[in-house]
């Protein structure tokens, strides 16, 4: 069974940096897409960043763009979430997500069916 894995996250101050990764664990998978989302608790789990592993065209929330950049991601390929200028409303557990099919979703959970455990990013004020 394919699996994502995140690694990265930690505890930095605001305005600090973070790299996390994503990595695939057993077969080899041609992706069409890829994503990030985070969840913090008590919330919804929302949209960070995704990118389209066939046209590289990248798509990011609101509230990280500009400070956040996806990369990397496909067969055999890390994918990564460079985050800087970190706030504490960044404060979540982040997930790695994949799908195998197209679509022109990218900010819906539901169009991803494979999903990392998550790594925690905690900025503290």
């Known amino acids: ?50 990118t389209d592993l066939i046209s590289s065209r990248t798509y990011y929330e609101d509230a990280v763009k500009g400070r ?3 990369s990397g991601g496909g067969a055999k390929n890390t994918l990564y979430l460079q985050m800087d200028s970190l706030k504490p409303e960044d404060t979540a557990a982040y997930y790695c997500a994949a799908r195998t099919y197209y679509s022109t979703t990218y900010s819906e959970s539901a169009k991803y069916d494979y999903w990392g455990q998550g790594t925690q990013v905690t900025v503290s004020s």
Not at 18 to 26: A, M, Q, V
Not at 32 to 41: D, E, H, T, V
């Open 68 to 70: 956040f950049t996806i």
């Open 1 to 50: 069974q394919v699996q994502l894995v995140e690694s990265g996250g930690g505890l930095v101050q605001t305005g600090g940096s973070l790299r996390l990764s994503c990595t695939s664990s057993g077969r080899a998978f041609s992706w069409y897409a890829m994503g990030w989302f985070r969840q913090a608790p008590g919330k919804a789990r929302e949209f960070v960043a995704a």
